[in-house]
């Protein structure tokens, strides 16, 4: 038997074997506990959603008071989880961030310290948030710092390496610019410029180089307009390897062993960019490779910025290089708004753009029309909430909106539909429905119990021995009274009881069993894990000067430092048996104040204050003179200060150190 014809055989034997790997899990019931679901079923087909909320004094662990989760192959994504409604979930702080819990949620009085991205800083130095009753309180606002630069300058020839365009750059960042191929700066030691107090340092000049272009470079045929350039040789670039038969690679092209064409990717040919230059120039780019590209006199790229990047995404770019005319625009975010996009993907001097709202939201003025002027939007729309519009429906026990996840705002007539749990019908089908009018909703359905008849549900489904689903009651939730016919019995031992109802006191034993007590199917629901900000038997939180509680759970305490400090002792504080909290840390000064009217230090350019210092940070100060700084260095609260230096100096480090302050800097020490 030939080796073809075994292998057909073996595939008649084993059919399944050929879509195992493709195949998708189902999943099972949902383990919330204090919460109701729709539809409630034993297993959910793969993509199927469910929706879910939560009992009295409980909320799901994402904004409102319904959600859904959807199944993905044999888990449920998010998973359903209810909390104590004075609980918080995470927020979004705009140029911010903040250590994420790992149960995505906050306790009541838990705090996040926020960190502000480089270049931005904490408005009036707030740097925490407290979660309060529900909601956040005191959020900070991270804002620009005056420190930070813009826009690098943009220099002829040349191109910004190593970053993509961003609006704000850090102070002390620095970066690196190289000329097109063909020029070359005239200095190595201006190719880098780095951000000083809010400026850039001077970059470099790129002019013709003396000793004729690259040899690894793809001559263009399109030269920039407004500058000599080396004639082009024709060749197109240098061919890398060997001359004795074997395989040979021409430079970038990165040829790909023979033997996988199925998992081949290709490689991308030079751009077709137009009066404009590439870093680097050549004339096959690996897949996945990047270029940087910027453009002729009175032209400038597609997207934000004077310079862009581009990248071979299997044989094409992603974005396409393109230069345009510099009074053009590029297209702009509307916040709740947006407009019909330009095929082109920019947008013409002169040319409107009519602004639509969306759903809930209307146009601040009546104004509906942004126009593009000298290359910036000018008049553009703002889309404001309508008066009009609604927001949360209201919360109905035993109920959920199906159909429609949680939402800011909806817009008028807007219709929800409720769905009461199973187990429970609404009094009237004809209020099963609201609507959004002038503002408000119009009254939701009141969901009763449904009387149980002992039978524990119809059983639909087939009767081969494989999952049932009961429709209506069969599975109950828990903690409420249930007949005692047969079915599955759900078991729920928690920690949180829902206020407004009846429920069986906790055995200790992980749950108490609710239910009916003929045969079938019974499941434990586990302990229910308590939200944090509880106390255990210590009282009050012992206070930490210059610091914080930022997470409390039942039984400790976590504390950090205000920015300028830092902890001395554990920075976690337990509650003892004998009722009373370990040693709290304490928190520590780290940081060096300069007074500009008792330092030392001479020919200072100080506008404001006092100057603060972070221990083991540097920070420039300015000088009386033009692009001239002390760099001074608060270590082991002493301060290290260097001569009055250009920044060109204090980069290659080649400013020295002047002097140093005698004793532990105080204000009014240096």
């Not at 106390?535 to 012992?542: E, I, L, V």
């Amino acid at each position: 038997m030939s080796v073809g014809y075994l292998g057909f055989v073996l595939l008649l034997w084993f059919p399944g074997v050929l879509h195992a790997h493709n195949e998708t899990q189902n999943c099972t019931a949902s383990s919330l506990s204090q919460g109701y679901v729709v539809p409630e079923q034993k297993t959910y087909l793969h993509e199927a959603t469910l929706t879910y909320a939560c009992d009295n004094g409980l909320k799901p662990a994402v904004e409102g008071w319904w959600a859904t989760s959807k199944c993905q192959n044999g888990k449920w994504s998010p998973d359903p989880q209810c909390i104590d409604e004075k609980a918080c979930v995470s927020l979004t702080i705009p140029n911010g961030n903040y250590d994420a819990s790992t149960d995505g949620w906050y306790g009541d009085r838990d705090k996040i310290r926020v960190k502000c991205d480089e270049g931005y800083e904490h408005k009036d130095h707030d740097a925490a948030a407290q979660c309060s009753d529900g909601a956040w309180v005191s959020v900070p606002i991270c804002e620009r710092s005056t420190e930070s630069c813009g826009d690098p300058p943009k220099k002829k020839h040349a191109v910004i390496i190593g970053k993509g365009y961003q609006e704000v750059f850090a102070a002390s960042s620095k970066l690196q610019y190289k000329c097109e191929d063909g020029y070359t700066a005239e200095g190595a030691d201006t190719k880098t410029i780095f951000c000083i107090l809010g400026n850039w340092t001077e970059g470099p000049t790129c002019k013709v180089g003396t000793g004729g272009r690259h040899t690894t470079s793809a001559g263009s045929g399109v030269q920039p307009a407004g500058g000599d350039r080396i004639p082009d040789t024709g060749h197109g670039g240098a061919t890398v390897g060997g001359t004795d038969g074997g395989d040979t690679t021409s430079a970038g092209s990165g040829r790909q062993p023979a033997g996988r064409a199925h998992n081949e990717t290709q490689n991308c040919t030079a751009s077709s960019l137009s009066q404009g230059y590439v870093v680097p120039e050549q004339k096959t780019y690996l897949h996945e490779a990047t270029l940087t590209y910027a453009c002729d006199n009175g032209l400038k790229p597609a997207v934000e910025g004077w310079w862009a990047t581009s990248k071979c995404q299997n044989g094409k770019w992603s974005p396409d290089p393109q230069c345009i005319d510099e009074k053009a625009c590029v297209s702009l975010t509307i916040p709740n708004g947006n407009y019909d996009a330009s095929t082109d993907g920019w947008y013409g001097d002169r040319d409107k753009i009519r602004v639509k709202c969306d759903e809930g939201y209307e146009h601040k003025d009546h104004d509906a029309t942004a126009q593009c002027s000298d290359g910036a939007w000018v008049s553009v729309p703002i889309c404001e909430r309508s008066t009009e519009s609604c927001g949360d429906p209201p919360k109905k026990k035993h109920a959920v909106i199906i159909g429609k996840g949680y939402q800011e705002v909806f817009a008028a007539s807007s219709k929800l539909q409720y769905k009461c749990e199973d187990g429970y019908t609404a009094e009237g089908a004809d209020t099963k429905t609201i609507f959004c009018i002038l503002g408000n909703w119009t009254e939701g359905p009141t969901c009763n119990r449904i009387p149980d008849t002992g039978h524990g549900g119809a059983t639909v489904g087939g009767t081969g021995g494989g999952d049932t689903t009961s429709a209506g009651s069969g599975i109950q939730p828990a903690g409420r009274e249930v007949g005692t016919g047969g079915g599955d019995t759900t078991s729920a031992g928690s920690g949180i009881q829902p206020a407004g109802r009846d429920r069986i006191p906790d055995t200790g034993h992980g749950g108490a069993t609710v239910g009916g007590t003929g045969g079938g199917d019974t499941t434990s629901a586990g302990s229910g894990r308590q939200p944090a900000g509880r106390d255990a038997n210590c009282g009050k939180h012992p206070s930490l000067l210059n610091g914080d509680v930022v997470e409390v759970s039942r039984t400790s305490l976590k504390y950090e430092c205000n920015g300028f400090y830092t902890l001395e002792g554990p920075d976690i504080v337990t509650c003892q048996s004998n009722g009373k909290w370990t040693e709290p840390p304490s928190c520590k000064a780290a940081f060096c104040v300069i007074d500009p009217a008792q330092t030392r230090m001479a020919n200072l350019k100080i506008s404001q204050g006092l100057v603060y210092v972070k221990e083991g940070l540097n920070k420039y100060i300015p000088c009386r003179w033009p692009d001239s700084f002390r760099l001074v260095q608060c270590i082991n609260g002493r301060i290290s200060y260097t001569y009055c230096c250009s920044g060109n100096d204090h980069y290659y480090r080649s400013c020295p150190v002047e002097g140093w302050t005698e004793n532990r800097s105080t204000v009014g020490s240096i």
